[in-house]
């Protein structure tokens, strides 16, 4: 999962959620790590082990794509950001 930061100042999402799904969205199921910042115009990459890219590694499955599969980040407050 890439993560996009369209200004031009470091933003903070240290406590922001990750939620995979394969048939339901419910609420997150990972948070990042405290000092995780993207910086300005930048991106910040999530994934599992085996992405070598990845800044940030955690366990996540998004499906194979045959059941309506999605990811959804949350704010630190638990609201939807994005889908």
């Known amino acids: 999962v890439e993560l996009y930061n369209g200004t031009d100042a470091?933003?903070?999402?240290?406590?922001?959620?990750?939620e995979a799904g394969?048939?339901?969205?419910e609420g997150p199921e990972y948070?990042?790590?405290g000092g995780t910042t993207i910086p300005?115009?930048?991106?910040l990459v999530v994934g599992?082990?085996?992405v070598a890219e990845a800044q940030v590694v955690?366990?996540?499955s998004l499906g194979n794509g045959?059941?309506?599969?999605?990811?959804?980040l949350y704010d630190c407050e638990g609201s939807?950001?994005?889908?």
């Open 40 to 43: 300005a115009f930048g991106f």
């Open 58 to 60: 955690i366990d996540i």
């Open 10 to 18: 470091p933003v903070s999402v240290a406590g922001w959620g990750l």
């Open 31 to 33: 948070v990042l790590p």
């Open 66 to 72: 045959t059941k309506g599969d999605a990811g959804r």
């Open 80 to 83: 939807a950001v994005d889908t």
């Open 22 to 25: 394969t048939s339901s969205l």
């Open 48 to 50: 599992g082990p085996q």
